[in-house]
């Protein structure tokens, strides 16, 4: 079975772009969730959804944030515009309800310069 | 509210010796327990998880134990190998339904031949 599919793996970009990252969870899981880790905060949980429908996003750092799940399948965390401090790595992650395990992407390694 | 304390690193062993990662947790309810490995460069793996009060967990020689006694989910490994380098997270599952993950700071190990 694929696991969660995140893109872009890595990006670089300059401040006051946007940045789009992108997250396609598990078939079949009903909870996704979007993460943050830096060296300074470690692993920060952003917001997370419920059958498409945001839940909690009390962990959403400030307006430029902004998370969407369209369908079952996609999910999209914006933000508008980059910071330097956003740099870091952004973890996107699935579960089903009946389980009680959450499986994560491999990241995407964003740095706004 | 949910905490969960880790065992601050890093740590530095030899190959073959033996392996504990402290964690103590702080939870309402009777949480599930987790340990996830990250690599390096790479996203979050489930290396085992515990679901209630004196299971153990296991995987890759890696075994740990809910204690409820005593609030605690320690790592160990009997012989680690260099490839065993990697931080290492501590973490609870609320059970509110969402499954929402609470973790540790992580514990960086390295094994050095």
């Known amino acids: 079975d694929a696991g969660v599919i995140q893109s872009p793996r890595h990006e670089v970009t300059e401040m006051g772009q946007e940045v789009t990252l992108r997250c396609k969870p598990i078939s079949g899981h009903d909870y996704l969730f979007w993460y943050r880790q830096t060296m300074m905060r470690g692993l920060e949980l952003l917001i997370y959804f419920n059958n498409n429908v945001p839940i909690d996003d009390s962990g959403m750092p400030e307006d430029r944030f902004s998370a969407k799940m369209p369908n079952a399948s996609f999910s999209t965390l914006k933000i508008q515009p980059s910071e330097p401090r956003d740099s870091a790595v952004y973890f996107c992650?699935?579960?089903?309800?009946?389980?009680?395990?959450?499986?994560f992407g491999e990241g995407s390694w964003l740095t706004v310069v | 509210g949910n905490s969960v304390t880790q065992m601050e690193g890093p740590v530095t062993l030899s190959e073959e010796a033996f392996l504990t990662i402290n964690c103590t947790y702080t939870a309402t309810g009777y949480p599930s327990l987790f340990w996830y490995v990250q690599y390096p460069g790479e996203g979050l793996q489930l290396l085992l998880k515990a679901t209630k009060a004196d299971d153990k967990g296991s995987n890759k020689g890696f075994e740990a134990t809910y204690r409820k006694e005593t609030t605690s989910f320690h790592l160990e490994k009997g012989s680690v190998q260099v490839s065993d380098s990697a931080v290492y997270f501590c973490?609870?599952?609320?059970?509110?339904?969402?499954?929402?993950?609470?973790f540790g700071t992580g514990t960086r190990l390295t094994v050095i031949p």
């Open positions: 973490a609870l599952s609320d059970q509110t339904g969402a499954n929402n993950l609470f």
């Open positions: 992650a699935s579960s089903r309800t009946e389980g009680n395990t959450i499986y």
